[in-house]
């Protein structure tokens, strides 16, 4: 592509670029499955841009937003998918006191705190404590730096998330038994399907874990694989 088409095709909104993208993918014979995962997938960038586009942090408010946004990766170190998803958040709210007309964060009182969280609707309680979690620490922060003379984190409710809210899939031994039986392993990619079950199954790696492995993982001396956990980040040793 030239560069005046390529800057043709930068100009359109992000939905025709969407529409375009996914044209040439049918072009290019991507099957069903692939074509409806990225459709899925931009059609939720889309919805996220326009949201983010609508949105209005007041002036004053800025420098405090991008203070908190660097104390947060610096000083908390926060992993970036969780730094985006928090300030994502954080931009929101001040977003409704701008519409509340409140222009300064010390103008900030516990009725706007709690207009916000009312603000949410419905939601289930994950949705409404991971919410509740970032404003909160959003408000600590405010008040460290002296921006806020009172803690209004106190104002926040305590959203109980109980542990077994999510029943999380378990196969019986039998079923996996069975499973790995059923794989023919006298080809290279059916010994791959093979070993990565077995990761899954036996060792309970997380899918991400298992694709992420490499061969600097597998500590032949020790007869040990050794990770660091996409998650968490913690190290993981394993048999």
């Not at 996220?48 to 949105?55: I, V």
């Not at 069975?178 to 060792?203: F, N, Q, W």
């Amino acid at each position: 592509m030239d560069s005046s088409a390529y800057q043709s095709v930068c100009k359109r909104p992000l939905d025709l670029l969407v529409a375009h993208a996914l044209s040439e993918l049918e072009k290019l014979r991507y099957s069903t499955r692939s074509l409806r995962r990225y459709r899925a997938a931009w059609e939720h960038l889309v919805r996220f841009a326009r949201e983010m586009s609508r949105l209005q942090v007041p002036a004053a408010m800025k420098k405090s937003l991008s203070e908190y946004e660097q104390y947060c990766r610096k000083r908390r170190h926060l992993r970036a998918s969780t730094l985006r998803g928090r300030m994502r958040m954080i931009t929101v709210f001040l977003d409704e006191l701008g519409s509340r007309n409140v222009t300064t964060l010390d103008q900030l009182q516990p009725a706007d705190v709690a207009a916000f969280v009312a603000s949410r609707g419905p939601t289930c309680p994950h949705s409404m404590s991971r919410t509740v979690s970032d404003v909160r620490c959003f408000l600590r922060f405010l008040l460290l730096r002296g921006i806020l003379r009172q803690d209004l984190s106190q104002v926040l409710p305590r959203v109980r998330v109980p542990r077994d809210a999510t029943i999380p899939s378990v196969w019986e031994p039998e079923l996996v038994e069975r499973l790995l039986k059923v794989i023919e392993r006298t080809s290279p990619r059916g010994k791959r399907d093979y070993a990565i079950l077995l990761l899954a199954s036996r060792l309970g790696l997380r899918l991400g874990d298992i694709r992420r492995l490499t061969l600097d993982d597998l500590k032949w001396d020790t007869a040990a694989i050794e990770i660091t956990r996409s998650k968490t980040g913690a190290p993981l040793c394993l048999p």
